[in-house]
T-cell receptor, first 114, second 116 residues
Framework: RKEVEQDPGPFNVPEGATVAFNCTYSNSASQSFFWYRQDCRKEPKLLMSVYSSGNEDGRFTAQLNRASQYISLLIRDSKLSDSATYLCVVNIPQVTGTASKLTFGTGTRLQVTL | DTEVTQTPKHLVMGMTNKKSLKCEQHMGHRAMYWYKQKAKKPPELMFVYSYEKLSINESVPSRFSPECPNSSLLNLHLHALQPEDSALYLC???????????????FGAGSRLTVL
């Protein structure tokens, strides 16, 4: 089983639609969860961190379900500019005092159309 | 303006060449990372440095040799690469431990490598 898995997509949605992405992770010791956005031929950029209680930033809502080991991202009122690849990132803790292994899911491509 | 700077942006090299990719950050981050990304694939972790010491090597072939001269700089030395090593090489940095912002990666714009 892969350490981090995502819906492969692509998701093609009309402007204004609501779209949801899921991501599952295999290591129960993981403590940090993130959603990144990557535009074509650009570097990934942090969209939002995911907290236990769930968190919202404008049209974007992230949820964490530790029992089932998955995180989700909900985008409401999709805009053309939301078209990108969405990557979930999960940490795998290492030896105390060293950086975690930060592993990316396979990514889900979103295309928002008129 | 990106806070992680990578040079060069593009590099073309032959299989017998030796070249280096460079990365610099001035955010006071004590973890630095090299990722490799092929087209339509996610970034794949190669190396992690924590406090200037190599803490993770994801079984990367020895033709890739990382170096962390100080807390702001990260290099990736390349020698005898293969055409299948052609990819976007991304450098990132983060805080370490439980401080605010730990594990949040800030990426450079990447170095696009073509091996002929």
């Amino acid at each position: 089983r892969k350490e981090v898995e995502q819906d492969p997509g692509p998701f093609n949605v009309p402007e204004g639609a609501t779209v949801a992405f899921n991501c599952t992770y295999s290591n129960s010791a993981s403590q940090s969860f993130f959603w990144y956005r990557q535009d074509c031929r650009k570097e990934p950029k942090l969209l939002m961190s995911v907290y236990s209680s769930g968190n919202e930033d404008g049209r974007f809502t992230a949820q964490l379900n530790r029992a089932s080991q998955y995180i989700s991202l909900l985008i409401r009122d999709s805009k053309l500019s939301d078209s990108a690849t969405y990557l979930c990132v999960v940490n795998i803790p290492q030896v105390t005092g060293t950086a975690s292994k930060l592993t990316f899911g396979t990514g889900t491509r979103l295309q928002v159309t008129l | 303006d990106t806070e992680v700077t990578q040079t060069p942006k593009h590099l073309v090299m032959g299989m017998t060449n030796k070249k280096s990719l460079k990365c610099e950050q001035h955010m006071g981050h004590r973890a630095m990372y090299w990722y490799k990304q092929k087209a339509k694939k996610p970034p794949e972790l190669m190396f992690v440095y924590s406090y200037e010491k190599l803490s993770i090597n994801e079984s990367v072939p020895s033709r890739f040799s990382p170096e962390c001269p100080n807390s702001s700089l990260l290099n990736l030395h390349l020698h005898a690469l293969q055409p299948e090593d052609s990819a976007l090489y991304l450098c990132a940095s983060s805080q370490v431990g439980t401080v605010s912002g730990a594990n949040v990666l800030t990426f450079g714009a990447g170095s696009r490598l073509t091996v002929l």
